[in-house]
């Protein structure tokens, strides 16, 4: 809830200045409505979202922020994770770089800017190897059937 402060609003005990007369503040709705049963804070309505006042509104709340707010981060994520999986095991058919940030898992057909040397380095070894593609395996799976049924023909039979 937004609210602006009709009067100057001072620490009871040490007296400190919290908040000044004109100041505008965003807050829970239950801290907003004990300032507006006191009578010494009006509730600002928001103007219809997408009109102009709206937006200047807006404009004027990201001039507030000057300080992230630890309430602002999500205490999950903590960090980036990075990996590389092989075209085998990645599903994509080719070496695929996974770059997961909380909950968000993005993959790439490259490394992006940004990730890190070790990755790059695993993501290069992995493309320029000369392991099995799954073509190699169906003709060494196919090539390995025929050479079954040749001995299978010499086998007598009842």
């Known amino acids: 809830m937004h609210i602006q402060f009709l009067h100057d609003i001072k620490d009871p005990d040490t007296g400190e200045l919290l908040y000044h007369k004109g100041q505008r503040v965003h807050r829970m709705t239950a801290v907003c409505a004990t300032y507006l049963d006191r009578k010494v804070a009006v509730e600002i309505k928001p103007a219809r979202r997408g009109t102009s006042a709206w937006f200047d509104q807006r404009m004027e709340q990201s001039k507030q922020i ?44 490259a490394p992006p800017a940004d990730a890190p040397k070790s990755i790059i380095q695993r993501f290069n070894d992995l493309s320029n190897s000369t392991g099995s593609t799954a073509a190699a395996d169906l003709d060494a799976a196919k090539r ?5 049924n040749e001995r299978l023909k010499d086998i007598p039979r009842w």
Do not use: H, M
């Not at 390995?144 to 079954?148: G, P, S």
């Open 66 to 109: 000057t300080v992230l707010d630890t309430q602002d981060v999500n205490p999950c994520v903590v960090g980036t994770e990075w990996g590389v999986k092989d075209a085998s095991d990645s599903g994509f058919r080719c070496v695929t770089v996974i770059k997961k940030v909380g909950a968000e898992t993005t993959f790439f057909s």
């Open 144 to 148: 390995q059937q025929a050479e079954y």
